[in-house]
Structures are given as structure tokens and as C-alpha cells.
């Protein structure tokens, strides 16, 4: 590299400096095709100077000055730089050449001339001073490494590609206008600027050094620069101090990272008893006398002890709702039923809110005949009894399912959400239910609606590891009305089969006060 003192300037290079300085002054930019690649440890190096020493938000100036200079950067990126776009006299609007002199005065001193210093250094921090030295950089804010990182992509060449910045959490975003970001006050930068032109092209009058000087420095905020040991060091093993000094950086990320990890997690875990809880709230000692008087109590077991103007249940079937019973279908209806009330009670005192519809398991059964398959016909005139006569207008529809007689499930239509989903508390995936209710959603909005339903973002979900699963053979209808009372108020299934008993009093309870306990 080619040393410059403060000498006569050849009328070439000094009219070349002083054009690149009226470009600098209307918002020149270092071209894209002429970036200086870094390395990885140069960019880490960067990462931790900034998070150590810098005290954001900043402004684009103090931090690109403030790299400039900062002699672990400087260090790294001459330790491996894998590619050199920036050749020598033609970097973007600079005379790489004649800057690299100046700034070897305005850093190093006369003292340093003549040295054997490295070139790799140098385009690294005449690079940073050429973004530094931008106009409109005193006003561009910059508050966290990531913003940092996209001015720097101006200027440089990452050490991983745009289909890398994925796998490396590294969204490099559009950059800001700079025009809007720059000093209003163009018109004075520009007669200042032209000030310094004509005075330069006399000879002897202003060395390169003070010319370097009046644009990097006039006027400016002050740096951040960072005081070093003045002791010598190898260097050697000052870059294997930094590399150091970015691993612990590093590891303390990750801590912080797992920290918060962990923290959200007991929230969630937190948030989920909690919603439990409240779901499932004790009984009150007089609630608990109608459950017990219901289960145990005398009576013919035909007697009928709860109705509704379309429902009954006789106390034989309640009384399945003792532990280690199968429920029947009749306390399974009569406690959706109870659902139903309950959801417009909600409703109307919430008015933005939506219905939702409980259809029986005879729906299912009827749809999915286990003869003749998907029947339409079947169910045609069931959505007449929805609120408001229009299934597409509601905010879940909830079915029991009956597998084969033997085994109770539940399936929900999220309308909003355009999902269907199987929840089955023995882990069956509920598939051949789902893609009925795909085809009663088609058929249905074809009859009522008069036009086909696209369902190209519709998803189905079968039943998911995260559902709720009982462990043993017979309590899978108290799961199937957990399932619809939860989900129903848009409450997380935090229930398991410790709640059991409890959920077989709730469900007691319900039935005989005549509405769902909310």
C-alpha cells in the first residue's frame, strides 16, 4: 500500500476527491457491487463492541466511527477475510488510493509512516469511515445491533448469503430512505464543500490530512471511542483474546435466551392451572349435597329428574356418572344441552361474541351411516335448529362422536378458524369424521348458500398428542363433555385424568340445576 504525506496533490487525484465529496454531499452511497467482504469473526467482533461499548439508540455516524477505530475489529477482519471486492482506486464515489493515506494520517500519526500495516485493515476501517462520513449519517438512529446490521449491508458483504439469513436468525431488512434522513440544510453542506474545493486547488495550501480532516470531523457529535491498555501485546494472542472475550458474549446470549425460554414456559404452565382452576372450581358444600343426593340418593331408577322441553334424564343414567361408570348417550345430550344455555347466556351478554351449536352423536351416526357411507340427505333439514338457521354464521358447531357403540370422541368445526379437529381421548387420529364434515360443510353451503364452498385453506386435524387421554376403559364420555365444555368457552383443555371425578360432579351438578356452570 502506497504511503501519502502531506505533499502537493496531482490535479487528477484532487479533482477526483473533491467531485466524491459533492456526491457525498447529495446522499452518494457506497455501491452495492463494491463491497467489502468481512468474515465472521470480524462481524462478530463488531457485534460485541457494539453491545459492550456503545450506548444505544446512537446515530449511524458515532457507531461507524466508532468501528473505525476500534482496533479488536480491525484485528479480526485481518485475521480471515475470505473474499476483497474493494480494489484499490476505484471503491464506489472514493479514491480508495488517496484515502488510505489520509486515514493513516488522521489514525496513525506521522510517526506511522512507513510501517507495514495491513491492507485488510485499512479497507475495513476506511470503509466504515465512508459510511460514517455520509451525509444524513448524524441523523439516522440506529437502537439495537440488528438495525446496526442493516446499514452495515450497504457497505459490506456478510459472511453468509440472503437464503442463509434464515438458518442464522438474521433478517437484514429494506433500508431506510436515506433521503429522508438526510441534513435539510444540503444547500450550506454544499457551499461549505465548494469552499474547500476552491481553496484546494491551490497547491501547498491544505495538506490531504487537514482536507480528510474539515470533511470527516466539521461538524460533528462527539465518539465513542474505547481507551485500551497501552502495554504491547502479541497479536496473537489478542485475537485469541477476542475470540474469547465472543464466545463468553456468546454464552451469556444463550443464558439470557434459555432464561426467557424457561420464564415463558412457567407462565404458560402458570397460566394453564390457573385456567384449570377456574374451569374446575371446587364445589360449594351445597352444590356437593345436590351431586351426592343425585348419585346416591334414593329413587325408582326410571323416576326423571332433570328435563328440558326437549330432553330428559331418568336418575339410572345420572347415576352413571358415579366413578369407574360409562356414561350413556342420554346424560351425554342432556349435559350439551346445558351447554347450549349456557352459550346463550354468554352471548347475550356479550354481544360481539358468536354461537355456537351442539348437535347429538345421532348426527354423526346419521351422516356416517355404517351401511350406505356419507348420507347428505340424512342430516339436510339438522341446521334448521341452529341459532339463527345459518351454520356458516356461527362460531364452533360441537359433535359428539360414538365410535362403534363402544368408545365416545368429539369433533369441532372452528368456523372462524377454517378448521376441523378430533379430539379423542385414546390418541385415534378421527380422520374418516373429519373429511365427513368436509363433505356436509360442501354439501351444506351448496344447498343452503346456492354456490360452492372453497375450501382451499381449510385444514384438518386429527387428534393431537397434546389431547387430553384417559387410562382407562370407561371414562372417555366424561373426557368427550370436557372436551365440548372447554372448548366451547375457548378455554385450553388443561384437564386430565386426576380431574376426572371432579369433572363427573360438574357434569352431576350441571344436569341438575339446569344450566352449565360457567
Request: glycine residues 4%; proline residues 3%; contains cysteine.
Amino acid at each position: 500500500m502506497e504511503n501519502f504525506v502531506d505533499e502537493d496533490i496531482k490535479p487528477d487525484q484532487d479533482s477526483i476527491y473533491n467531485e466524491n465529496c459533492r456526491d457525498i454531499s447529495r446522499g452518494g452511497r457506497v455501491e452495492d457491487k463494491k463491497k467489502v467482504a468481512i468474515s465472521d469473526l470480524t462481524l462478530k467482533a463488531m457485534q460485541l463492541a457494539v453491545e459492550t461499548d456503545i450506548q444505544l439508540p446512537s446515530t449511524l455516524y458515532a457507531v461507524a466511527n466508532f468501528l473505525s477505530q476500534n482496533q479488536d475489529v480491525c484485528l479480526m477482519h485481518d485475521e480471515g477475510t475470505d473474499k476483497d471486492h474493494a480494489k484499490r482506486g476505484s471503491l464506489g464515489i472514493w479514491n480508495l488510493s488517496f484515502l488510505e493515506g489520509a486515514i493513516r494520517n488522521l489514525r496513525f500519526g506521522e510517526e506511522d509512516h512507513g510501517k507495514n500495516k495491513s491492507p485488510e485493515k485499512h479497507k475495513l476501517s476506511v470503509q466504515l469511515r465512508l459510511l460514517a462520513n455520509t451525509v444524513g449519517s448524524t441523523q439516522i438512529k440506529v437502537s439495537s445491533w440488528e438495525e446496526i446490521m442493516t446499514q452495515l449491508s450497504e457497505t459490506f458483504e456478510f459472511p453468509f448469503t440472503s437464503h442463509e439469513n434464515e438458518s442464522k436468525n438474521v433478517v437484514v431488512e429494506a433500508r431506510i430512505s436515506t433521503k429522508s434522513q438526510r441534513d435539510p440544510s444540503s444547500d450550506s453542506v454544499n457551499k461549505y464543500l465548494d469552499q474547500i474545493t476552491k481553496a484546494t486547488r491551490s497547491r501547498n495550501i491544505i495538506s490531504p490530512r487537514e482536507r480528510w480532516r474539515q470533511i470527516s470531523l466539521a461538524p460533528t457529535p462527539s465518539l465513542f471511542v474505547r481507551k485500551r491498555d497501552s502495554h504491547e501485546r502479541s497479536d496473537q494472542n489478542e485475537k485469541l483474546m477476542i475470540i474469547d472475550r465472543i464466545k463468553s458474549h456468546e454464552a451469556e446470549q444463550e443464558i439470557r435466551t434459555e432464561e426467557k425460554i424457561e420464564s415463558l414456559l412457567s407462565a404458560k404452565e402458570s397460566e394453564a392451572s390457573t385456567s384449570s382452576e377456574l374451569s374446575l372450581r371446587p364445589l360449594t358444600a351445597e352444590e356437593m349435597d345436590i351431586v351426592q343426593s343425585a348419585l346416591s340418593g334414593p329413587g325408582n331408577g326410571t323416576e326423571i329428574i332433570a328435563q328440558t322441553d326437549t330432553d330428559t334424564c331418568q336418575r339410572d343414567s345420572i347415576r352413571k356418572l358415579r366413578p369407574g361408570c360409562w356414561l350413556n348417550d342420554e346424560v351425554i345430550h342432556f349435559f350439551l344441552q346445558m351447554l347450549t344455555k349456557r352459550d346463550a347466556i354468554i352471548c347475550g351478554k356479550e354481544k360481539s361474541k358468536k354461537r355456537s351449536h351442539f348437535f347429538k352423536s345421532f348426527f354423526i351416526t346419521k351422516l356416517l351411516d355404517e351401511a350406505c357411507g356419507y348420507r347428505y340427505q340424512n342430516v339436510k333439514r339438522w341446521s334448521k335448529k341452529v341459532p339463527g338457521k345459518d351454520i356458516f354464521s356461527l362460531h364452533n358447531i360441537i359433535f359428539p362422536v360414538n365410535v362403534g357403540g363402544v368408545h365416545w370422541c368429539c369433533a369441532v368445526i372452528y368456523m372462524e378458524e377454517h378448521r376441523i379437529q378430533f379430539y379423542d381421548s385414546m390418541g385415534g387420529s378421527g380422520m374418516r369424521y373429519l373429511e365427513g364434515l368436509q363433505k356436509y360443510l360442501k354439501d351444506e353451503h351448496l344447498d343452503k348458500k346456492k354456490s360452492k364452498l372453497d375450501m382451499s385453506d381449510w385444514t384438518l386435524v386429527p387428534s393431537q398428542a397434546s389431547t387430553p387421554q384417559q387410562e382407562n376403559s370407561f371414562d372417555c364420555g366424561v373426557f368427550s363433555c370436557m372436551f365440548a365444555d372447554f372448548l366451547s368457552r375457548d378455554v385450553p383443555l388443561t384437564f386430565t385424568q386426576e380431574h376426572v371425578t371432579q369433572c363427573r360432579e360438574r357434569i352431576a351438578l350441571s344436569i341438575m340445576i339446569g344450566n352449565a356452570l360457567i
